[in-house]
């Protein structure tokens, strides 16, 4: 018996020393990160299905210890410790894990069961589209990519003269995955419901939850016919080691968190391939191997590929090749470097301290490496060209050059990052070369990343989707005077945001504002944001946006701009959308030359 009972004392012990110690090392437990943070919720007497009494394993103890936020108001049990470090080491390996399932009209209560890859089925391919009668589309996103990098792009830079370049080009939000929705599906934030890279609006799991990827340029390419490949970044929060193609794509070579530009893993269709940190192992440089590839495999069939690099996305890590490039080089001082604060400035943004040395100098490191990581890729962009004239195709290819968003670095005090509605986030670059597109020609419509579905829609022959809310710019790319043109855009965003693991998010000091609306049309930026400030900018006067002068505006003006943002947040589709982007806004209209 006293045998017995030692027993017991020392199983009871070793409880109560496991439940006083906030974590174990890996090593002691054979568990992952991930595992460790699940284990301590279930031994807090956290349980599957335990939403109704508050005790559910997920959402009263997973989320919230993931999310660095309180529990909800129904929660039974309090969180168990769990140190910082395991849980950074978790988001590390899955960004994904836990995330909350996002919504389903049809449900009847609440989920505890983290949400899990939905397949979307898509339509099968089209009889093959044969290159000889249908023309070749190449297009490369970059991530983060400012105008002021292009000056480090020589092949962009030949694109400028060789094709069209569009200067009131912008994005419906300077942030990746509403960006990156919004170029898939032809449609605008508040129709793809994509304002976030997670959680119930934003990222891959809420995109594929909306039946998004049964409606992107890619599922109407193939159903043409054509070829098809995603290479590189597809959406915040794809797991390769968890996550399937998305419909639509006939090849397949996507990464998960590739933003190091080494040890990162790549779903390639059926198999997982992992790769190290060796030179021949950069990102940027495989992406441009496996493209290459596909261009040569053509074999007269029709095709289109998004090569869609992480770079210069943070850590901006450059081929090493590249590592000792532009020495001494600085970010750009312009009039709006180190800007101090007017006094209409929005309250987000009014508060910003002067950049000290250590900010600047932090600054400079930071735009040289974006320069020297950018020139990897736009060896890359070479390295397509040569692969698509190896095949003969040279005269039948449009490539397509642009970014998902801009990035400011010290502009307006604030360090780097992006989000705002200023142009140094939302203008970015779009160049277009190709068949019947006049070299050196220079657009200044205001158009828009829900335009570039339509584009290829219309460039191959596809049956258009019905749902866009773009307009295709086939026609002014081959030269053609299109009377009436729209003349205001929208940019959405949902903020501040606090994503925790998120890699897009925001650094202290670099700018995270309230949600708010905007208008750009070619001469004049206006925000609402949600906290009630007003922004205006005259860009004919005030380029660089330094000077809020909503205050000074007629209350007709005002009325005016208002009315004209409502009509395009309320917009659904091509045409309703269309007559919106007709805004009235009170002020005179540019004469175009």
């Known amino acids: 018996m006293a045998s017995r009972e030692?027993?017991?004392?020392?199983?009871?012990?070793?409880?109560?020393?496991?439940?006083?110690?906030?974590?174990?090392?890996?090593?002691?437990?054979?568990?992952?990160?991930?595992?460790?943070?699940?284990?301590?919720?279930?031994?807090?007497?956290?349980?599957?299905?335990?939403?109704?009494?508050?005790?559910?394993?997920?959402?009263?103890?997973?989320?919230?210890?993931?999310?660095?936020?309180?529990?909800?108001?129904?929660?039974?049990?309090?969180?168990?410790?769990?140190?910082?470090?395991?849980?950074?080491?978790?988001?590390?390996?899955?960004?994904?894990?836990?995330?909350?399932?996002?919504?389903?009209?049809?449900?009847?209560?609440?989920?505890?069961?983290?949400?899990?890859?939905?397949?979307?089925?898509?339509?099968?391919?089209?009889?093959?589209?044969?290159?000889?009668?249908?023309?070749?589309?190449?297009?490369?996103?970059?991530?983060?990519?400012?105008?002021n990098l292009l000056q480090f792009m020589p092949h962009v830079l030949q694109m400028h003269k060789d094709g069209a370049t569009f200067t009131n080009y912008f994005v419906t939000d300077s942030l990746c995955c509403p960006s990156r929705s919004s170029i898939f599906t032809g449609r605008y934030p508040h129709n793809t419901g994509i304002f976030k890279n997670q959680g119930e609006d934003g990222g891959y799991l809420a995109f594929v939850a909306r039946g998004l990827e049964g409606t992107t340029?890619?599922?109407?390419?193939?159903?043409?016919?054509?070829?098809?490949?995603?290479?590189?970044?597809?959406?915040?929060?794809?797991?390769?080691?968890?996550?399937?193609?998305?419909?639509?794509?006939?090849?397949?070579?996507?990464?998960?968190?590739?933003?190091?530009?080494?040890?990162?893993?790549?779903?390639?269709?059926?198999?997982?391939?992992?790769?190290?940190?060796?030179?021949?192992?950069?990102?940027?440089?495989?992406?441009?191997?496996?493209?290459?590839?596909?261009?040569?495999?053509?074999?007269?069939?029709?095709?289109?590929?998004?090569?869609?690099?992480?770079?210069?996305?943070?850590?901006?890590?450059?081929?090493?090749?590249?590592?000792?490039?532009?020495?001494?080089?600085?970010?750009?001082?312009?009039?709006?470097?180190?800007?101090?604060?007017?006094?209409?400035?929005?309250?987000?943004l009014s508060k910003q301290p002067a950049l000290t040395a250590a900010d600047m100098a932090h600054i400079d490191e930071a735009f040289r490496k974006r320069a020297q990581s950018v020139l990897a890729v736009d060896a890359m962009i070479g390295e397509l060209q040569a692969a698509v004239a190896a095949i003969g195709q040279a005269k039948n290819t449009y490539f397509l050059f642009s970014s998902d968003n801009g990035y400011h670095m010290g502009d307006y005090r604030l360090m780097p990052g992006k989000m705002t509605a200023f142009d140094l986030d939302i203008h970015v670059p779009l160049v277009i070369t190709g068949p019947g597109v006049p070299a050196g020609l220079k657009l200044e419509e205001v158009v828009e990343n829900i335009d570039l579905s339509p584009t290829f829609s219309e460039l191959t022959g596809a049956a258009p989707l019905t749902n866009v809310d773009g307009r295709s710019l086939a026609p002014l790319l081959h030269g053609q005077r299109v009377i009436d043109w729209r003349t205001a855009t929208l940019v959405e965003h949902h903020g501040p945001r606090h994503e925790p693991g998120d890699p897009d998010a925001p650094a202290v000091r670099s700018g995270n504002p309230p949600s708010y609306e905007a208008l750009r049309t070619r001469t004049e930026s206006y925000v609402e944001y949600i906290d009630g400030d007003r922004e205006y900018h005259d860009l004919t006067n005030d380029p660089y946006e330094l000077h809020n002068t909503y205050s000074a505006l007629s209350a007709e003006r005002k009325t005016a701009l208002h009315a004209a943002l409502a009509a395009m947040q309320d917009c659904h589709g091509m045409e309703s959308c269309w007559i919106a982007q007709h805004a009235k806004t009170g002020q005179a209209p540019v004469a175009k030359p």
């Open 217 to 348: 340029f890619a599922t109407t390419l193939a159903a043409a016919g054509y070829r098809t490949a995603m290479m590189g970044k597809y959406l915040n929060g794809y797991l390769p080691e968890r996550h399937a193609a998305a419909p639509g794509w006939t090849s397949w070579a996507v990464a998960g968190n590739g933003y190091g530009e080494f040890h990162y893993s790549l779903n390639e269709g059926s198999k997982l391939v992992n790769f190290d940190h060796k030179p021949a192992d950069y990102l940027t440089d495989v992406l441009a191997g496996l493209a290459a590839g596909f261009i040569k495999q053509a074999k007269g069939q029709a095709f289109v590929i998004e090569v869609a690099t992480f770079a210069p996305h943070a850590p901006y890590t450059p081929a090493p090749r590249d590592s000792n490039a532009f020495p001494g080089l600085r970010a750009p001082r312009t009039p709006a470097y180190d800007a101090a604060p007017d006094a209409s400035t929005p309250r987000w």
């Open 6 to 147: 030692c027993v017991r004392t020392a199983k009871l012990l070793a409880i109560v020393i496991l439940s006083a110690v906030p974590f174990l090392p890996q090593n002691a437990l054979g568990l992952s990160p991930c595992e460790q943070i699940k284990n301590a919720c279930t031994n807090a007497g956290f349980v599957q299905g335990g939403v109704s009494s508050g005790s559910g394993l997920w959402r009263d103890c997973v989320q919230p210890i993931l999310q660095g936020t309180a529990q909800r108001h129904k929660a039974s049990k309090p969180l168990p410790q769990v140190d910082p470090q395991v849980v950074a080491a978790c988001k590390a390996q899955d960004p994904g894990y836990g995330q909350p399932k996002a919504p389903s009209s049809t449900a009847a209560a609440p989920s505890d069961m983290p949400a899990p890859a939905v397949s979307i089925p898509s339509a099968p391919p089209g009889p093959p589209a044969s290159s000889a009668t249908h023309p070749n589309i190449v297009f490369i996103l970059t991530d983060d990519l400012a105008m």
